[in-house]
């Protein structure tokens, strides 16, 4: 018997082994095996295929001698963990985005399901001590007489040295030690104790003599004896050891255990249980007429199989909708995806979503850990077997790889947003467009949903490929925001500023807050500053890996690089005129904050962005001290403008519009203009009309005009026509190829011979570059991009075949090209 299995390494193939024929009956599509790749490793991979007599007889086409073909070692699950409907779709990720499909495979199964063997060193059972000439080759002998075996790590701490390759091989040479390769689950389920009294003390004749006789010599025991009857009384059979050990002395509990008065079991408990909290009642969705409508018409698109695009201002109301939607699914036994497109939202939405749906919720992200993410993986699997597998899956982009049956809806949030694409490593794919993917392969409907939809999703409504749905009225005839420009570059040669405030801002804040209302404020930039400069002779503080400069954090007074981590202490003179006189420039998030307090000394002032909610809970804790109003002042990066809803902000502010565009791509004017709309969004949700300030020192902005007149519409009418003009998405599709060396040369050379090539066999208007991008220099590689257009009437496959075959053919065949390392992707944003 032959298996095709897939392994989660960046390999562009699958491979065949065979299976012994002890393990034949266990087999089955979709498992993991234990096999062994390469020289040595032994990696967990997916059958994908069950070869039957003829794919055998026909292997003779690729292989002569099928008895080198490597058995299976061993088998890991008893039933499958993927099913044939996500393989079809990592597959079409892997065709669509120029990716591997090892890549793919790996980006989808959580950590948990992959293993990898650990090489071990044991002492050589024939070693002969003569051999042992050095201090390191004695010090592993006398580790080893100690300890069964030692890791590759271990022999670096041991050694005090990085590299130990020369050295391990030395020894096994030498049969010192010898090396062998075990594989470890990483998944352990999580094993509790749980305490019940005995039925056979409790039935005993002699139940009231021994509570008796405890109650006089052992009080303590009695204690736990008398709670736990409690506690049986009110149904609870069995307790938590650890609650009891919270409460009770352990050494009385252990005596209990040992007279055979109470019983120690161990049960295997889920851990995403606790990770959704309980209503008691829930409440019941009401649309507004409007909302109805918008209803309606979804339904009718659905009723033709059509996937659909709501287009629904701020606060429109979008998620009830939604939520109505997904009652009906689950009410029809189906599985609901909702995508969002930051992990930190899924907190903030989950608390809304189960005010209507209770426990059916399951949270899948990365920041849970590996163990919480096999459950919620196994959970999806074991609802295969069941008749009714309804549930609602909320998550990021990542949860499209997930093991869905009877997938019914799939809702994607704010679907304009960037984040839905992958873009530091393979696969590169949009989560958005392969939501259409996933949604055919399983007969499922699609909704968009955004306030500021993507260009390429109004032109898919446009020509009719998706259904069209608009709601141009807030919840409850709400009136948007009134926008008001703050001209910084007059303000500050008035002398009316403070900081990076506007008086006119400053005032407004103060005015809010005493009128006990509460303050969104937005900075797209994190740390405190932008750079640090000497005012003597002009030096900036780079990073000596990254073409970038250092950020300034003032809580932990240090110049970090946002780019590859580096980090320095903050320097007390300048490196090149050793003057002292040091400045910083720009500024970020937490400068904002810190001016605040300067400012507002009595009011609660918190900050949101990346550095802020490191920590687990963090996100959480912040969003519910503002929910709970006991925050005043809210300082953010993008990360207050979506999908948050919050009834007590009537004043947003916009400390700096320039800084979102300032870089060099052709959909700057469109994330601009949705970042800021979307900011503004979140001001007057409730009874009375928001204010928000933007300010800029760029009257001339083309986007501005836009926004103060809440006309997203024209805005995008307008940038369509451009995009046709000089040929962009929608109607062209892109394909951006990005070299990445170490040596400045060698990827100066490569990119212009690729380039050339691609030039060859396409037409030479749509292929663009090489040229250096923004960032031309990261964690000390150099970078360069080319740049390929191809028109919607061109076969999209067929240009990205000879695409990959020439970048193959040209770096990979070259010995010394072989080194560059080329990223593609395609529909970059």
Not at 255 to 278: P, W
Request: hydrophobic fraction near 35%; aromatic fraction near 10%.
């Amino acid at each position: 018997m032959l298996v095709d299995v897939a392994l989660p390494l960046p390999l562009d193939k699958t491979f065949l082994y065979r299976v012994p024929s002890d393990l034949q009956s266990e087999i089955q599509w979709g498992i993991r095996v234990i096999v062994p790749f390469g020289a040595k490793k032994l990696y967990a991979g997916v059958v994908i295929d069950i070869l039957d007599d003829e794919k055998v007889d026909n292997l003779d086409e690729f292989t002569n001698d099928i008895d080198e073909i490597k058995y299976i070692l061993e088998i890991l699950d008893d039933k499958p963990i993927i099913n044939k409907q996500q393989w079809e779709l990592y597959k079409w990720v892997a065709e669509y985005y120029l990716a591997n499909i090892g890549d793919v495979l790996n980006n989808a199964l959580p950590s948990g399901l992959k293993i990898q063997s650990e090489t071990k060193y044991q002492l050589h059972p024939d070693i002969d001590l003569n051999n042992i000439q050095t201090e390191d080759e004695n010090l592993i002998y006398e580790t080893l007489l100690s300890k069964e075996f030692i890791t590759n790590d271990d022999i670096q701490k041991l050694l005090s040295k990085k590299n130990i390759q020369k050295f391990i091989k030395s020894c096994i040479d030498k049969s010192i030690i010898y090396p062998s390769e075990e594989c470890e689950e990483k998944f352990i389920p999580k094993n509790v104790k749980f305490i019940s009294l005995s039925d056979d003390f409790i039935d005993s004749e002699d139940f009231n003599e021994i509570t008796n006789k405890l109650e006089k010599k052992a009080p303590k025991q009695i204690d736990i004896i008398l709670y736990l009857y409690q506690k049986r009384s009110q149904g609870q059979i069995k307790i938590l050891k650890s609650e009891l050990s919270d409460k009770f002395a352990l050494s009385a509990l252990q005596s209990l255990i040992k007279k055979g008065y109470v019983i120690e079991t161990i049960e295997t408990v889920s851990r995403i249980d606790n990770k959704i909290s309980h209503f008691n009642e829930i409440e019941k969705i009401t649309l507004s007429d409007i909302q109805k409508s918008a209803y309606n018409e979804i339904k009718g698109y659905i009723s033709k199989n059509k996937h659909v695009l709501l287009y629904g201002v701020p606060g429109s109301g979008k998620t009830e909708i939604y939520s109505t939607l997904i009652q009906e699914y689950l009410d029809a036994g189906k599985q609901v995806l909702y995508l969002l497109p930051e992990i930190s939202l899924t907190t903030y939405l989950v608390n809304r979503l189960q005010k209507y749906f209770g426990e059916k919720i399951l949270v899948y992200h990365s920041r849970f850990n590996l163990h919480e993410r096999v459950e919620i993986w196994n959970k999806l699997v074991d609802l295969w077997e069941q008749d009714d597998a309804s549930c609602i899956i909320v998550g990021p982009r990542s949860a499209l790889f997930l093991p869905f049956k009877n997938l019914g809806l799939i809702v994607v949030d704010e679907e304009h947003d960037p984040s839905y694409k992958q873009q530091d490593l393979n696969p590169r794919y949009h989560a958005r467009d392969m939501s259409f993917i996933l949604a055919d392969n399983h007969n499922a409907n699609l909704i968009l949903g955004s306030a500021t939809p993507s260009l390429e999703s109004l032109y898919n409504a446009k020509i009719g490929k998706i259904g069209f749905v608009k709601i141009k009225e807030r919840y409850s005839g709400i009136i948007p925001p009134l926008i008001e420009i703050v001209d910084m570059k007059s303000i500050m040669q008035q002398g009316n500023v403070r900081g990076h405030f506007s008086n006119t801002l400053l005032k407004a804040i103060d005015d809010e807050v005493k009128a006990g209302r509460q303050v969104l404020l937005f900075q797209n930039r994190r740390g405190y500053s932008s750079w640090m400069e000497c005012r003597n002779c002009g030096y900036i503080f780079p990073c000596p890996h990254c073409d970038v400069n250092l950020t300034y954090h003032k809580n932990e007074n240090l110049l970090k690089c946002h780019y590859c981590g580096y980090t320095i202490e903050v320097p007390t003179y300048c490196p090149k005129c050793k003057s002292n006189r040091l400045i910083f420039k720009g500024f970020g998030t937490e400068r904002v904050e810190t001016e605040l307090q300067k400012y507002f000394p009595n009011y609660k002032i918190d900050r949101l962005d990346l550095d802020s909610t490191r920590r687990k809970h963090a996100f959480k804790e912040i969003i519910q001290k503002f929910e709970l109003r006991e925050t005043q002042i809210l300082v953010g990066t993008q990360m207050i403008s979506k999908g948050l809803d919050f009834s007590n902000i009537q004043l947003v502010g916009v400390l700096n519009a320039d800084n979102l565009l300032v870089y060099p791509n052709f959909r700057v004017f469109e994330h601009a203009i949705q970042l800021l709309m979307q900011v503004a969004g979140r001001a007057g949700r409730r009874d009375v009309q928001g204010r928000v300030f933007i300010q800029t020192f760029s009257l001339n902005n083309p986007i501005l005009p836009y926004i103060v007149n809440n006309n997203y519409d024209d805005f995008a009418e307008n940038e369509l026509k451009d995009r046709w003009q000089f040929k962009y998405p929608p109607y062209y599709r892109m394909i951006q190829i990005q070299l990445r060396h170490k040596n400045l040369d060698i990827v100066k050379v490569a990119s212009d011979v690729l380039a050339t090539k691609i030039k060859d066999i396409l037409d030479n208007e749509y292929v663009k570059g090489p040229v250096e991008p923004v960032i031309s220099k990261i964690r000390d590689y150099y970078y360069r991009q080319i740049l390929i257009k191809i028109p919607r009437d061109s076969s999209l496959k067929i240009k990205k075949q000879q695409i990959n075959e020439v970048v193959f053919y040209t770096l990979k065949r070259n010995k010394v090209w072989r080194s560059v390392l080329v990223d593609i992707d395609v529909d970059p944003v």
